[in-house]
């Protein structure tokens, strides 16, 4: 099939800074991201390379201060320039936002000497983080954790088992939450373990139906040994630190979310345009086009969703609720979109000849990942309703 260049997404950026920045980002999305992308996820090759490339551009610390290396973006920019990343590369846009929820802990909670220490390498110095709460009997139930850390003096001995983590065996720095006291939510206390501890392991990664570019695996702690000075916030407050972490972090699954439906989209408009079936191209058939004009509008609806509670998090205000929603309605539109896109393409959209397949097997992930969409409507309940009875 003839190559079709997709339309732009006519994008509502608050600055002429982040008009700027989303060139950027689309420069290097179509020179160094998207040309290999299909290559490198086929091999299951994670693309240090361009994180080191993202780095040095300034765009793994987006919304956090410039004093300490960041871009100091609102959310409502940087979340446009996760979607942008996704959907040249799930791998790569998933990969920020994780750099970004594994970072938030210290960027949020630090103290100012832990933050001047840290968070310069961490968000412009070339560094990959990951976000260490799910364990292997702990998933969406986190607050039942078992690893857990033991005072030692001026250190803690950690010691347990982490399971899920993206970049487990890769990252340079992990935020790992662990038990320092009484069962439940109270007794978890956050810290931050350098990728090169004594102690730390990784497990072979995880053998997946998509996103195989990125490596998720079980992340092993015997009795590491980390300082005081790396304990984030107080102790017992590493659940709360989580979940803080956590609605942010749902608001970069659902840009990428969206950045892979538009991807699909767009490959399912070029298609259809240069199909011909009965003479002429398939895109002129009513139901076809039906289908194509329900993609564009679920679409354009999750971005908004998205960029609604982004703005609320700008302003200060509560966006917890919104977050969950947006989580939820973005990768539900994901895996909506891309199926439709494989079945618009037809027998080629179930090849891997095209990329529709693999934004489908990539979409799937999606309502699983920071709290799976049932986890969702539990919390938009809870908003509505209130707090279930015991």
Same mark, same amino acid.
């Given at each position: 099939?003839?190559?079709?260049?997709?339309?732009?997404?006519?994008?509502?950026?608050?600055?002429?800074?982040?008009?700027?920045?989303?060139?950027?980002?689309?420069?290097?999305?179509?020179?160094?991201?998207?040309?290999?992308?299909?290559?490198?996820?086929?091999?299951?090759?994670?693309?240090?390379?361009?994180?080191?490339?993202?780095?040095?551009?300034?765009?793994?610390?987006?919304?956090?201060?410039?004093?300490?290396?960041?871009?100091?973006?609102?959310?409502?920019?940087?979340?446009?320039?996760?979607?942008?990343?996704?959907?040249?590369?799930?791998?790569?846009?998933?990969?920020?936002?994780?750099?970004?929820?594994?970072?938030?802990?210290?960027?949020?909670?630090?103290?100012?000497?832990?933050?001047?220490?840290?968070?310069?390498?961490?968000?412009?110095?070339?560094?990959?983080?990951?976000?260490?709460?799910?364990?292997?009997?702990?998933?969406?139930?986190?607050?039942?954790?078992?690893?857990?850390?033991?005072?030692?003096?001026?250190?803690?001995?950690?010691?347990?088992?982490?399971?899920?983590?993206?970049?487990?065996?890769?990252?340079?720095?992990?935020?790992?939450?662990?038990?320092?006291?009484?069962?439940?939510?109270?007794?978890?206390?956050?810290?931050?373990?350098?990728?090169?501890?004594?102690?730390?392991?990784?497990?072979?990664?995880?053998?997946?139906?998509?996103?195989?570019?990125?490596?998720?695996?079980?992340?092993?702690?015997?009795?590491?040994?980390?300082?005081?000075?790396?304990?984030?916030?107080?102790?017992?407050?590493?659940?709360?630190?989580?979940?803080?972490?956590?609605?942010?972090?749902?608001?970069?699954?659902?840009?990428?979310?969206?950045?892979?439906?538009?991807? +699909?989209?767009?490959?399912?408009?070029?298609? /259809? #345009?240069?199909? =011909?079936?009965? $003479? %002429? @191209?398939? !895109?002129?058939?009513?139901?076809?086009?039906?289908?194509?004009?329900?993609?564009?509008?679920?679409?354009? +609806?999750?971005?908004?969703?998205?960029?609604? /509670? #982004?703005?609320? =998090?700008?302003? $200060? %205000? @509560?966006? !917890?609720?919104?977050?969950?929603?947006?989580?939820?309605?973005?990768?539900?539109?994901?895996?909506?979109?891309?199926?439709?896109?494989?079945?618009?393409?037809?027998?080629?959209?179930?090849?891997?000849?095209? @990329?529709?397949?693999?934004?489908?097997?990539?979409?799937?992930?999606?309502?699983?990942?920071?709290?799976?969409?049932?986890?969702?409507?539990?919390?938009?309940?809870?908003?509505?309703?209130?707090?279930?009875?015991?």
């Amino acid at each position: 099939m003839p190559d079709r260049a997709p339309q732009q997404v006519d994008r509502q950026l608050p600055t002429d800074e982040a008009r700027d920045l989303i060139s950027l980002v689309r420069d290097i999305a179509q020179r160094e991201i998207a040309p290999s992308a299909a290559e490198g996820e086929d091999a299951g090759r994670f693309p240090r390379e361009v994180f080191t490339l993202l780095s040095d551009a300034g765009l793994l610390g987006l919304p956090y201060d410039a004093e300490f290396g960041g871009g100091e973006q609102p959310y409502e920019v940087y979340l446009q320039v996760l979607e942008e990343l996704a959907a040249a590369r799930l791998t790569v846009g998933l990969g920020v936002s994780v750099h970004t929820l594994a970072s938030y802990a210290l960027a949020t909670y630090g103290t100012k000497e832990q933050q001047a220490e840290q968070l310069p390498a961490m968000l412009g110095g070339g560094l990959l983080g990951a976000y260490c709460l799910s364990e292997p009997a702990s998933g969406s139930d986190a607050a039942s954790l078992r690893t857990k850390a033991v005072r030692d003096g001026d250190h803690w001995l950690i010691t347990g088992t982490k399971a899920w983590i993206t970049h487990g065996g890769i990252a340079d720095f992990y935020t790992v939450m662990a038990r320092t006291g009484e069962d439940g939510p109270r007794g978890i206390t956050a810290f931050l373990v350098p990728g090169d501890a004594e102690g730390l392991s990784a497990a072979v990664p995880e053998k997946k139906m998509g996103l195989k570019g990125s490596p998720t695996a079980q992340v092993h702690l015997d009795g590491v040994r980390v300082a005081d000075a790396r304990r984030i916030g107080e102790e017992g407050q590493g659940f709360a630190i989580a979940l803080s972490a956590l609605e942010s972090g749902r608001l970069g699954i659902a840009a990428c979310a969206i950045g892979v439906a538009q991807a +699909a989209l767009d490959e399912a408009v070029s298609y /259809a #345009a240069e199909r =011909r079936q009965f $003479g %002429r @191209p398939i !895109a002129d058939f009513q139901g076809l086009r039906f289908m194509l004009a329900d993609m564009a509008t679920q679409i354009e +609806a999750g971005r908004a969703l998205y960029l609604t /509670a #982004a703005r609320l =998090r700008d302003a $200060g %205000r @509560p966006f !917890a609720k919104q977050a969950a929603m947006a989580k939820l309605h973005c990768t539900d539109t994901a895996m909506r979109v891309t199926t439709d896109a494989v079945q618009i393409l037809g027998g080629y959209g179930y090849t891997a000849d095209f @990329p529709a397949e693999r934004y489908m097997r990539e979409a799937k992930v999606l309502q699983i990942v920071e709290g799976t969409n049932q986890i969702q409507r539990m919390v938009i309940a809870r908003h509505l309703a209130g707090p279930e009875e015991r």
